[in-house]
């Protein structure tokens, strides 16, 4: 029994340290647009806490409305039920922004973002986050039911945000393969969830060992980067 709880806390602090990881990669985007639209304005911190902090709230509410519509497991039309339409609508966004995302890097397209000298900045800066985080919230479903430990990574996401907003695109940017993985990562679930949609079982097992695999390989070739780059 307490080997059992054991295993279960520490299988659960992998899911998070996942979630979290995915969270602040595929965060990217929105932490380097929130940095220029408040980089330049004189309470840029201020609007960028209570923007952040909105977001949060609106993250959470959208967490809440997805979990409860995955309850809806009563058939509708050809055996399909609400849970299996929003896997199948949820599945096909993913493999549409991930691929998406993955073409603009590969074509070396980078978005920018104009910033408005406005205090409405703060609800621009909450709503965009709640547009780019859809794609983090279908995973983080995909990925475990667990509400809890959703709503904590994205807590703690929030909180990553604010502290490190104006360094970690940077460091991103510097190791580009980390965000490259992510979006792999990302494909993959968006598959996953499309396959659970039409009742093909596939052992997410199998999809986590390779991420684990891949992002071992990744943080071996950034660290190696890294020392090279000091060297030097």
């Not at 380097?32 to 840029?44: E, Q, S």
């Not at 519509?69 to 493999?95: E, H, N, R």
């Not at 074509?107 to 794609?135: G, M, P, Q």
Request: net charge positive; glycine share 6%.
């Amino acid at each position: 029994m307490i080997s059992g709880l054991i295993f279960k806390v520490f299988s659960e602090l992998g899911i998070l340290v996942v979630l979290l990881f995915l969270e602040i990669v595929l965060g990217i985007d929105n932490i380097v647009f929130i940095a220029i639209l408040t980089g330049k304005m004189r309470d840029g911190r201020t609007i960028r806490y209570i923007g952040l902090g909105l977001a949060l709230l609106l993250r959470l509410a959208m967490l809440l409305c997805v979990s409860f519509v995955l309850t809806l497991k009563k058939p509708l039309c050809y055996s399909l039920s609400v849970q299996d339409i929003v896997f199948l609508a949820g599945g096909m966004f993913l493999l549409f922004k991930g691929l998406k995302e993955l073409l603009q890097y590969v074509r070396l397209k980078d978005i920018h973002y104009e910033a408005k000298n406005s205090f409405l900045t703060v609800c621009y800066v909450a709503f965009v986050d709640l547009v780019f985080s859809v794609d983090s919230i279908l995973t983080a479903v995909a990925i475990t039911k667990n509400t809890f430990l959703i709503g904590l990574a994205f807590t703690l996401t929030i909180i990553f945000m604010i502290v490190m907003a104006d360094s970690v695109s940077k460091w991103i940017e510097r190791f580009p393969e980390l965000k490259t993985l992510a979006l792999v990562f990302v494909v993959s679930i968006g598959v996953l969830l499309f396959l659970e949609g039409l009742h093909i079982e596939f052992k997410k097992s199998y999809l986590y060992f390779a991420f684990a695999f891949s992002l071992i390989v990744q943080l071996c070739n950034v660290v190696r980067k890294y020392r090279s780059t000091n060297e030097k």
